[in-house]
Nanobody, 121 residues
């Protein structure tokens, strides 16, 4: 069962912006800390940034100052705002989190389905 649903990917020109969303399903009470990852063919999935339950964030050096992660707990949604996009930002972006279900169980290591981001020069 898919618990995290991503949206917002697409094709954008260099220097443009995109906002990705990662929304938890209705069976989820809360999202714990979340990480955003990206993957390109032939390379390992890399951590782009993360956000704690309290809203503290960390970013990879390659995206600092350009990407922002924020969350709307009332909507059980976490966002990745990407500005000043570069061609090297191209990849499939995934969200990942531990989830507190409404039945009280914790669902560990849940991944979104991935969304493609393509930055053209």
């Amino acid at each position: 069962q898919v618990q995290l649903v991503e949206s917002g990917g697409g094709l954008v020109q260099t220097g443009g912006s995109l906002r990705l969303s990662c929304a938890a399903s209705a069976s989820i009470f809360a999202i714990n800390a979340m990480g955003w990852y990206r993957q390109v063919p032939g390379k390992r999935r890399e951590l782009v940034g993360s956000i704690s339950t309290g809203g503290s964030t960390n970013y990879a050096d390659s995206v600092k100052g350009r990407f922002t992660i924020f969350r709307e707990n009332a909507k059980n949604t976490v966002y990745l705002q990407m500005n000043s996009l570069k061609s090297e930002d191209t990849g499939v972006y995934y969200c990942n989190a531990d989830l507190l279900r409404k039945d009280g169980r914790i669902q560990f290591d849940s991944w979104g389905q991935g969304t493609q981001v393509t930055v053209s020069s």
